[in-house]
């Protein structure tokens, strides 16, 4: 699908000044220096208003400041604020656009078998290979002037590959490998090869001429440390090799350099400011000097700070992670934003659900059933998902099916859906062996050794957390109809996802219900619910056994685990979105987790600020930063190549 280069046409800027005129000459007529007050407020409101497009800036707030960026390995959990920055700062060998396609960035071509720049091999078994062949365009430098050249890319592998690495991906670097063949010329190879290694940028790169001396000393300061044994003391060195190059000290001493289409000129005091790097390569349509020359993201923590920021014209966009939808549809904003701003729902790839533990070793999970389909998808029947979608977020944030999101090309449509039905969740209740033995309303059950099983079932969540603590206490009103209490019991967020509580559901850390969400992607994310890799032999149930490794809470399935490592292996389009149908075809009969819905992710844009979008997979995770060189100002002569509307819901128009 290509980009669209429709758009929809806005009032002229002009208009502005014809209604601030008039009104001036109303407020003129009154009596007293109270008028003239008034008139400054207004003029002063008109200046904010148009300074972006004025001087060619843009302004753009975030709920949330980034530790540090440039961490081009992920040694330091920096979250989502910083991808969408480094957005600006760096360029990758390919990115994903904004219908989900791969385009080639720094690279000249985006490799595939058909323009003969990947080959795959058969390494029996099942498992395959692929080398993946890349040339550098012969016009990309890094902002200090030097050549952009493999010999980046090779330094990024050496440091990526060092034993102990804290990688946030060791699957990958098990299996990369890397030759280089000239200056701009390499070839990455994966085995086994798993089909999503195609999607994106095969491997990184990091300014060598820069860094090289700091991971020469990281080195020599890691030298004996054993990566079983020592673990701790290997992480800790690493941060501190990050932090001397991304943390904003470092930045703003000029210790690294930059390959995207703006540079990093300071960052300091809850603010940081880019201006576009002369030396980057792309061109927007009419000229650089009809875009944004300059960006700058303000951090304000405070919702209520930052929705004052946006009305009082300081702020001429939102970042991908600022608002809630809730705070965007605040009557507050949304009644004063009309004229000034689009209010936009992007359907993003962060899914909301409700994880169940089914570890038959837990007594409570083997009393309630819960290592049973038929109970989780009687639970499942009495959720008033599209109820509570309508209640909190205006239908923007319709009920999920299953793990894939319904703009993934291997989703299937017709997977098995669960709509409200409480009287079918009451027979699969009562058909499991449930009754209300007591006359209070909820159910109990009469066990083989003869106990009385109340169907109390607890429910976690992450404490402090409005929109999940409404949400308990909408589906617990919706359980006490078909006879299941709910105890709900919450946790701070750290404490909900440390390894203690959140990996050992097979000790009964938990024992029913806990919700949180995902970010995921296009790739393979079955991950989450495979119970064991037959590609590479790993169990993915967290266990001592195994380290704790993997989130799949109980469920072993292996017709899906088998369909997946085809997946896996599968390169051709066709054949693996069978395979990825029949895998949904399996969960939702089994419903090892239950789905509650897709969230939208807000966007609050200036009228007359263009190219500033986002969709479900714009750039892999939806960033509005993916083409940041062509974020631009109609007014300053900008042109108009992504049209919002067709990827997204505008707020202001659904009231």
């Known amino acids: 699908m290509s980009m669209t280069r429709a758009y929809r046409r806005n009032a002229s800027p002009y208009s502005a000044y014809i209604k601030v005129s008039l009104l001036t000459a109303t407020v003129m007529g009154m009596n007293g220096p109270r008028s003239i007050v008034l008139v400054l407020v207004f003029l002063n409101l008109l200046s904010l208003a148009l300074a972006g497009s004025r001087d060619n800036s843009l302004v753009l707030a975030a709920s949330r400041e ?92 050496q440091v990526g590959k060092y034993p102990g690495a804290p990688v946030p991906d060791a699957s990958y670097w098990r ?10 010329n390499f070839v990455v190879s994966f085995a086994p090869a798993y089909s999503y290694d195609l999607s994106g940028s095969a491997i990184g790169l990091a300014p060598a001429h820069v860094l090289r001396e700091k991971w020469r000393q990281t080195k020599a300061a890691l030298a004996g440390l054993d990566p079983k044994k020592d673990a701790a003391a290997i992480a800790a060195g690493f941060q501190k090799f990050v932090a001397g190059f991304a943390t904003p000290e470092a930045h703003n001493d000029g210790a ?34 009809k875009y944004v020359r300059k960006v700058t993201y303000r951090f304000i923590t405070d919702p209520n700070a930052l929705l004052v920021a946006i009305l009082g014209g300081d702020v001429d966009a939102t970042s991908g ?21 689009d209010i936009w729902a992007v359907p993003g790839s962060v899914w909301e659900h409700l994880e169940v533990n089914k570890f038959s070793s837990v007594g409570r999970v083997k009393d309630l059933l819960l290592d049973k389909k038929e109970t989780r998808q009687a639970i499942l029947y009495a959720l008033n998902r599209r109820g509570l979608s309508d209640a909190f977020f205006d239908g923007l944030q319709p009920p999920a099916a299953s793990w894939v999101h319904f703009q993934n090309p291997s989703y299937d449509p017709d997977v098995r859906k669960y709509p409200y039905d409480p009287e079918r969740a009451a027979e699969m209740l009562a058909e499991l062996g449930w009754r209300d033995l007591d006359g209070d309303g909820y159910l109990e059950r009469r066990t083989k050794d003869g106990r009385t099983v109340r169907f109390v079932l607890e429910y976690v969540t992450t404490a402090g957390n409005r929109l999940r603590e409404r949400t308990q206490e909408f589906f617990k009103k919706d359980l006490a109809k078909v006879g299941i209490r709910v105890e709900i019991h919450n946790e701070p967020a750290a404490e909900v996802f440390s390894r203690d509580f959140l990996k050992r559901a097979y000790a009964g850390s938990w024992k029913g219900l806990l ?94 600020l263009v190219n500033y979008a986002a969709s479900a997979y714009f750039g892999g995770f939806g960033y509005p930063s993916t083409n940041a060189w062509l974020i631009g100002w109609k007014q300053r002569g900008a042109q108009q190549v992504f049209d919002q509307a067709r990827y997204a819901a505008n707020i202001l128009e659904e009231r």
């Open 256 to 289: 690294l350099v930059y390959s995207g289409p703006f540079v990093l000129q300071s960052w300091a005091g809850g603010s940081l400011e880019m201006v576009r790097n002369p030396r980057f390569f792309i061109t927007p349509p009419g000229g650089a000097d």
């Open 175 to 184: 299996r990369v490998s890397l030759r280089v063949l000239d200056a701009r």
């Open 515 to 608: 919700e949180f969400a995902w970010l995921l992607g296009m790739n393979d994310d079955a991950a989450i619910y495979t119970c064991k890799d037959y590609l590479t032999g790993e169990t993915y149930l967290p266990t001592p056994e195994n380290g704790l490794r993997g989130y799949n809470f109980g469920w072993c399935n292996r017709k899906f685990d088998e369909l997946r490592a085809k997946a896996l292996a599968e390169f051709d389009p066709q054949r693996r979105r069978r395979y990825w149908r029949g895998m949904q075809k399996i969960w939702a009969e089994e419903l090892p987790a239950l789905p509650l819905y897709w969230r939208a992710n807000p966007l609050v844009v200036r009228k007359g």
């Open 321 to 341: 992670a600022a608002l809630s939808l809730e705070e965007a549809r605040a009557p507050q904003l949304t009644r004063r934003a009309k004229g000034r701003f």
């Open 66 to 157: 980034p530790p540090v960026l440039g961490d081009f390995w992920g040694f330091v959990r920096s979250g989502a604020v910083s991808s969408e920055i480094e957005n600006f700062l760096w360029a990758r060998l390919e990115y994903v656009d904004i219908d989900g396609e791969d385009r080639p960035y720094l690279a000249t071509e985006v490799p595939t078998v058909a323009n003969g720049r990947v080959k795959v091999s058969d390494l029996g078994g099942g498992k395959k290979r692929i080398d993946i062949r890349y040339t550098l365009r012969d016009d990309v430098y890094w902002s200090d002037g030097v050549p952009i050249t493999s010999a980046d890319v090779e330094f990024y592998y």
